[in-house]
């Protein structure tokens, strides 16, 4: 039975929320003897302390969890391109101190709501022996903003627990979840899911994250006995358009590496992303009153949607494009007779790529310009984010690390390549190596998106176990 809830102020006012069954760790997969040294390496170290470890940090106290990520994603914190303001929506002004004062009440350190919104904590080192002054720190960061691609206001998340299977009737506007067009749905049987009412997005992306990071923090407090180096905790604002990493600063976070908690199912890495780059293009053109148009009208809305259809509709659009294939995207056309504007989304997964996509559109408007006497365009480019692969070789270890944990947690897991960006891909080029960790998302942008509890509970658990290794790697 799916039930819905309101707004809530204060945890035991959810008490009818149930938590499922507890998630239990899987055996330690075998260890092939093919492994890579370091991989194999890492892989011993967990077994020294595996039945230690593994019986503490299972027991992730999911109603809080369920609790935490409830209320989050009824702060409507959308983000707004249209806004020259940082953050650009006054809510995750709202859901960052409403963090502040969470992490400020567990008893972390240097807990900061900062000028920009930006939320900043620290979680001391455990490890003793006098180890916790050269173990490297670790940051973990999620985002606070929604995407504005479905509306964030007024969400009414519904809890579906133990999943039965088959298609999920939403309560609004004829919604379901199917099977047929989210596959992923058949390895979900027994999690407890929570999706809308069928009008808005939910925030699983990135507010899955958020609680995951939130319910680590306090499960390292309650829990002091497991080892770990100093954690850093970082939470971000206006990372759907692109503006996350615009107020980060490295030398405050102070960490050797970093993750996002920021990705779809479970035991993914992402350690690749698109290159992005935006291009505005200014169309104008001469009005004049249509009934004396002729030979004197130049329509700069015309000129424009001409540009679009001159386009290739077979290739480099995201409707035909999958795995590794770049595209070119018009998602925004307005104008007038006068006056018109487009704005297109470049991606590829090879940087050098954008510079071909910026010339076909360069070419293109010069080809109408040459048809069209009168009309006259200005592209502007704009430059966002870079493939995070490019600046992560130097620094093998922060992805292997991760590999590592997946396989200690009994999963196998994958690498993966993002088709689009996160805050860790500016971190990345910034000198923070940061790939992105998987977080229990599904169909996100969207009012059929959904997260797995469960998958939330698993993203903790493997946050600790690396937290596990980068102590026990520290050491050596």
């Not at 923090?217 to 990493?245: K, M, Q, S, W, Y």
């Amino acid at each position: 039975m799916i039930a819905f809830f309101a707004l809530v102020a204060v945890w035991d006012d959810m008490h009818n929320i149930a938590t499922g069954d507890s998630f239990r760790s899987r055996a330690i997969a075998a260890r092939a003897l093919s492994q890579p040294p370091l991989l194999h390496q890492l892989l011993s170290y967990s077994t020294e302390v595996e039945g230690y470890r593994m019986s503490n940090s299972s027991h992730i106290n999911r109603q809080r969890l369920l609790e935490r990520f409830l209320r989050y994603v009824q702060v409507e914190t959308t983000a707004n391109p249209d806004s020259e303001e940082y953050p650009s929506s006054p809510g995750q002004w709202t859901l960052g101190k409403i963090l502040y004062e969470e992490l400020r009440a567990m008893g972390l350190e240097e807990v900061e709501h900062d000028a920009h919104g930006l939320v900043w904590a620290t979680l001391p080192s455990t490890a003793g022996d006098g180890a916790s002054n050269t173990l490297p720190t670790i940051l973990f960061n999620a985002h606070v903003d929604t995407s504005p691609d479905a509306s964030g206001a007024n969400v009414r998340p519904a809890v579906l627990e133990r999943y039965p299977g088959g298609d999920i009737p939403l309560e609004k506007n004829g919604k379901v979840i199917d099977v047929a067009s989210c596959p992923a749905l058949n390895q979900l049987i027994g999690h407890t899911l929570i999706t809308t009412d069928g009008t808005t997005l939910l925030g699983g992306d990135d507010k899955a994250g958020v609680a995951a990071i939130m319910e680590l923090a306090e499960h390292l407090l309650e829990h002091p006995n497991l080892p770990h180096g100093p954690v850093r905790i970082l939470f971000t604002c206006d990372e759907e358009i692109g503006r996350g990493a615009l107020h980060m600063d490295l030398a405050k976070a102070g960490a050797a590496a970093g993750y996002t908690l920021d990705g779809g199912g479970q035991a993914e890495v992402e350690n690749e992303n698109f290159s992005a780059d935006q291009m505005t293009v200014r169309a104008y053109g001469n009005n004049i009153h249509p009934s004396i148009g002729k030979g004197r009208m130049v329509n700069a809305l015309r000129g424009l949607s001409k540009l679009i259809a001159a386009l290739p509709t077979e290739a480099l659009t995201p409707e035909s494009t999958e795995g590794r294939d770049g595209f070119i995207h018009p998602y925004s056309l307005s104008g007038a007779v006068d006056y018109a504007e487009a704005k297109f989304l470049l991606r590829d997964f090879v940087t050098e790529r954008l510079d071909d996509q910026a010339l076909l559109l360069q070419a293109t408007a010069d080809s109408l310009v040459q048809e069209t006497p009168g009309l006259r365009f200005e592209l502007v480019r704009q430059r966002q984010y870079r493939n995070m692969a490019d600046a992560q070789r130097s620094a093998p270890h922060v992805v292997d690390f991760s590999i590592a944990a997946y396989k200690n947690l009994g999963l196998t897991p994958h690498l993966g390549a993002i088709r689009g960006g996160t805050d860790g891909a500016v971190f990345s080029e910034m000198g923070l190596p940061t790939p992105n960790l998987s977080v229990g998302q599904h169909n996100i942008h969207s009012v059929l998106e959904f997260a797995s509890l469960d998958q939330m509970v698993l993203a903790i658990q493997h946050a600790i176990e690396v937290l596990n290794i980068w102590q026990q790697q520290g050491r050596s």
